[in-house]
Nanobody
Framework: QIKLVESGGGLVQTGGSLTVSCAASGGTFSRYIIGWFRQAPGKEREFVAAISRSGGVPLFADSVEGRFRISRDNARNTVTLQMNNLLPEDTAAYFC????????????????????WGQGTQVTVSS
């Protein structure tokens, strides 16, 4: 099975930028759709972004559209989430997840779509 490890979280000021990464091992990375979710204390884990197996089809939640960018490098088994113009409401633990599904659908925004999860990395946006 594939193992996912997030990195790159930290503290950033409102309006700043931060990039978090997801590194995979133990499987064929290019076979998986990769998604990012986030969870703040007392709230449910919510969808942020996803990217197709080839990297050609990105998907974003309305709350981050135009501010975040997702990319993947299958040769290096990594997916990155570049976060720009950060807001305090972006503060959360960010998780990457891998899905064995073969195509992006409306279900890609749901947690049930994914088969493997990382442990998360904390992003804090100060006001």
């Amino acid at each position: 099975q594939i193992k996912l490890v997030e990195s790159g979280g930290g503290l950033v000021q409102t309006g700043g930028s931060l990039t978090v990464s997801c590194a995979a091992s133990g499987g064929t990375f290019s076979r998986y759709i990769i998604g990012w979710f986030r969870q703040a204390p007392g709230k449910e884990r919510e969808f942020v972004a996803a990217i197709s197996r080839s990297g050609g089809v990105p998907l974003f939640a309305d709350s981050v559209e135009g501010r975040f960018r997702i990319s993947r490098d299958n040769a290096r088994n990594t997916v990155t989430l570049q976060m720009n113009n950060l807001l305090p409401e972006d503060t959360a633990a960010y998780f990457c997840a891998a899905s064995q599904q073969s195509a992006i659908t409306t279900d890609t925004m749901t947690r049930a779509f994914y088969d493997y999860w990382g442990q998360g990395t904390q992003v804090t946006v100060s006001s």
